[in-house]
Structure formats: structure tokens, C-alpha cells
């Protein structure tokens, strides 16, 4: 694929832009007067703009690359990771769990674990969080910085330095409010400048019914679009229900899930660790005005989360139907190739050699197609880009990930072009502002503060977190770097939190519901879950996969259809091994923390929230069950 | 804190939709997507979106939102 040219006024909406989000740091940088200021917000903001921060940070780039990768691999039942996978968790948080974080007046998830139970569980969260956080900054920021070096011939390192420059800009001047008020500024241009992609894309492929009907030959024959391996059928109905597939078993349906790994394993383990306990997100809700707004902040963020499939899943459903087009003259774009080995593959088409046009691309091709090509060019010449069109047509491998920005080159004129390429750019520094802002938090006040400079003045504190900040990106560059060398260690890495995450679920469930988890339990039973997780791991293998880093490297005792059945099964594994453990040993070890100790921290010990004085649209509760409602309405819309 | 996103959101979309409008109106042939005038159309609705948060902007006067 060809580099895309930029124009004048692409540059000029993308500058705005940057201008715009530097602006805003300028203008708070007058407010941060003291720590608490520049790391936590001092508790400030209203909901609505909590609400849709909270949903920025964890829009990040690679997400919306990946949700339209998966649309076109899996169909709409990738929305499960926003209906099952999100929303309920939201809620939850909103409804239960606010109260302790935001009651207790800790500054941070860590500082939370430390007051419920004690040094120690902060910091097992507090150093795997910081380390986390900076790779997860880290893989995005090299990710965005390729696909800007494919796609606008951008230089690697310009890309990087040239956006992480701007997040440390405006972080540095304006701290949390700042990542904040941008997030919310980042919601608008993400939505705004991929709404009208995904417009044209329907439009083209004949609306949503067309769209739909050219998906049930996807699913009947999807390796005719090198989706899957030949041989490989679905029902009619496998890219377009949501549940249907699901239900039927493992092998009906394109992710290779079973319903109960989806309901337990994504819809409560891994849904519920990430966003009831990951502080990127709920740091947006702690900084929240009051306790009403602090409740009600996820719950905002809920409803733009609730109908996001339809801007960043559609347009891989888009792309997949387009490829069964032939008279639409787009397919999913294949692994990116270097000109050279174009050349040496027209050549051989010229040539006739057919045998040779795998090798000389360095990828599988589709061989009907390759003899095709070769006849067509010998009944009449064609053109080195007619025949360079032709190959890449005839690759059999999918770069999913280019899904997006193939649809967005596509249909943007100059100027929407612009407008697209800022929002992808818009997701990333909303992605990497989240990251930088929850560590420089965590480093100032759960690491430094607790174990290395304990009692200084406050504007120790607030240089510390400035220089935390600056440090957090210079890491998350290095991490990048390391990414782009080392892409094995980076998925070792990536598995080691994965194991790190699983179980931590049920530490915060049985800490904060049931007062006689003790601090030893919560400790002992989440370094077991970690172990009993990657032991988990070495004894299973999904199909297809060789023994070693995708697991089964001990012994392969059991064999999952698909990775993302594996990971399901992992953290619904994870989470059991972990909740017994700190139960059995909560029961064993004596409580080192009274009554009186956990009040505010854990539900019984807590008084009830009575907010029967808010109007009734701000009741937590009341609105958590509407959007539960609206997300089963959905569901079954979908079914 | 002192500043009201709205005011930066309202102005920079307002800012693009009418630099996307006008390029639709000015340069037509190079604007088109699908038979449509899409810049024309797109930088429209960005600049009422933008008009409409500088109103509640205006219309807030330094008082956040009480939602």
C-alpha cells in the first residue's frame, strides 16, 4: 500500500489540534499549587467530565485498532467486550465500590490496599502497577509510532518523540486536571472524526442489511478471505449474532469461546479486575467533585461505552464484508511489504515463474490467483502497478490491524483525512496521558512517599511527581525501543501481567465485602493466584500452538479451541485459586485490624450511603439498573 | 478548577468545522467521498457541535456544570 499524502489542511487540523491540547496545560499550569493538585486533581472536577475521561484513558490507540481488527476477524460478538466485558463492571464500580475509594480519602488504589490490609499488599499492586503501566505505554507508543511509519512514511523516532513530547507537555503543566480536560477534548475528536468513516464505509458496502448479508458469506466460507484455514464453515449468522455462536459451542463460533468462559472469565474476572481495580481508570473518579459525582462517573462513562462497537467494531465488519465485494476493489490489507520485494515479485510474474512469487514476497499467496495474474499479463501486458495491484490481491495473509486506517485512506478526501489521522493520534495521547498521570500518582505517593522519602513538605512532594513525570515518559520511550528489538520478551512480559492481573479480583471482592480477610490472607492468597495462574498457563495450550511461550511448556494436560478461550479459562482459574486461598487463610491468621479500623473501607462496617435527597437521574443505583437495562436491550437486539 | 473545558472544546471545533467547510465549498472536486461533499457536510455539523459547547460555555458563565 501506498504511503497516504498529507495536504496543507490535514496539517493544519492536526496542529490545531496539538495547539489546542498545549493550551490547555498552559491554562491550568496556574491552579497546581500543591501536590495534591497535580496528581490527584484535589477532588475538583464535575461528573460529566470525569465520566468521559474515564472513558479516553482507556480508548487508547491500540484499542481502536485492535476493536475494528477484531470486528473483521470476529464480528459483532466483539461487542462482548464492551456489553459483557465493560459495562456491568462499570456499574458495579459506580454502585459498590466508589464509595470505599472515594470514602476513604486514599489517594490511589495502592493507598487503599494499604489501609484495608497493609504494607505489604500496597506494595505487590503499587511496583506491578508502575512497572505495568509503563510497558502498556510503552507497546502502545512503539505500535502507533509503526503504523505511522507505514502509513505516512512518518519517521519512527520523529513519531515517537513528536507525540510523547506533547503528553509531557501538557501533563507537565496542567498535571491529572490537565490529562483530564484533554481526555474529554480527545472523547469529542475521536467520536467526531471516526463517526463520518464509519458513515461512508456503511454507506458503501449498501447500509447495515447489506453489509450483513455479504458477512453470511463470510461466515460460510471465510477462508475465502484468508480468515481462516480452508475447510473451515460457520452458520450463516456466526459474524453477525452476537450470542447465538456463542451458545452453540466453541467450534460455531470464529473466537472459539464457550459461553461460560465468556460470562465467567471475561464478563466478571477479567472485566472486573481491569476496571474496578485498575487505577488509570478509577483515578478519573477519584478526582471527581464529590461522592455523587465520584458514583456517578463511571456510570457517564457507560453510555458512550455501551454504543462504542458501533464506531470502532463496524468498521472491521465493514472491511470484512468489502472483500467479498469484488466490484468495491478493497480487501483487507495484508502484511505490509517492501517495494524491493515487489519488484522482484513482478518480475516473476513477468516472467511467469508462479513458483517463485511466495518467496519473493516473503509471504502465502493465493495461487489461483497468482496463475490468473501471470495469464492476464501474457494475453495482454499489464502495467507494473496493474500487476503490483494483483499481488496484492493475492496475498493470503491479513494485517488486521491495518483495518482502519485502510478504510479511513479510502474514503477520506483531504481535510476528513486530516480530521481521522488527528483522532487516531487523539486516542494515543489519551492512552499515554492515562498511563503517565496514574504512575507519576502511584510512584509520588505509593513508592516514594512510603518507602523512600517519608514526611517532606508537600512541595517536595509536587517537584517529586514533576519529575516522576518526565522520568514515566522517558521509560515508557525506552519500553517502546525495547518493544520494537525485542518483541519475544515483550509478549513474556505481557503474559507475566497477565498472570499479575488475573486474580486481583478477588482481593479487592473478599477485602472490601467480608471484614475477616486479613492482611496476611489477601497477601499470601494474590501471590497464589499469580502462581496457580502460571502454572495454569505451562499445562495448557490452545490449538494450534506450539509448546513454549503460548503455554503447555511444562506438560499439555488440557487444549483450548483459541488463545482467547485460554485466557478466559486462566482467569476464571486464577480468580477460584486466589478467593480460596485468601479465604482459607484469612480463617487461619487473627485479624490485625479492629472494627473500628475498617470503617469506611469495608461494606458492613460502613454506614449506607442515603441519597434519596439527589434527584432521582443521580442515583446511582437507580441509574446503574437503567444502563444495565439498555445493555440487555442491546444484547438482545444483537442476539 | 478555574477553566471550563468548554470553552477549549467549543473553540477548536468550531475552529476546524469552519476550516473543513470552507475547504468543501472552496475546493468541491477534491472534497468528495462516495458522491458526497463530505468535508463540506462534516466541517458543518463540527462547527454546530463546536457553536453549541461555546453556547453552554457562555451560557455557564464561570460556574461548572451542575450535573
Known sequence: MQAIQLQWIDYTILIAYVAFVIGIGLALSRYMKTSADFLTSARSIPTWVTGLAFISANLGALELVGMAASGAKYGISTAHFYWVGAIPAMIFLAVFMMPFYYGSKARSVPEYLKMRFDERVRALNSFAFAVMTIFASGISMNALAKLLHALLGWDYNFALFVSSGVVLLYVLKGGLTSAIYTEVLQFFMIVLGFAPVVYLGLKDVGGWHSMNSALQTVATNPAAIYLKDAGTTYAPNAWTSAWQPVLAGPTHNPMGVDWFAMIFGLGFVLSFGYWCTNFLVVQRAMAAKNMTAARNTPLVAAVPKMFFPFLVIVPGMIAAALTTLPDKGYRIPPPVIAQANYDKAIADVKNGNAANIADDLGKKVDAGKITSLIAANTASKLTDTQIEQGLYNSVAENDYDGVILSLVKKYCPAGLLGLALTALLASFMSGMAGNVTAFNTVFTYDIYQAYFAKGKSDAHYMWMGKVITVVGILLSIGAAYFASMYNNCMDIIQLVFGFVNAPLFATFLLGMFWKRTTATGAFLGLFGGIGSSALFHALTIAQGNTPGIKGGYLKVVSIFPSEMAQNFWLAAFAFIACFTLTLVISLATSRTKSDADLKGLVYSLTPKIVDNNAPIYQRPAVVGVVLLIVCIILNLIFW | ?67
Open chain 2, 1 to 67: 478548577m478555574g477553566l471550563d473545558i468548554r470553552w477549549p472544546i467549543g473553540l477548536m471545533f468550531t475552529l476546524i468545522g469552519a476550516l473543513l467547510a470552507v475547504f468543501g465549498l472552496v475546493k468541491g472536486s477534491e472534497s468528495v467521498s462516495l458522491g458526497i461533499n463530505i468535508n463540506l457536510i462534516w466541517g458543518a455539523v463540527l462547527l454546530v457541535f463546536g457553536v453549541l459547547m461555546l453556547l453552554g460555555a457562555i451560557k455557564g458563565g464561570k460556574t461548572p456544570p451542575s450535573a
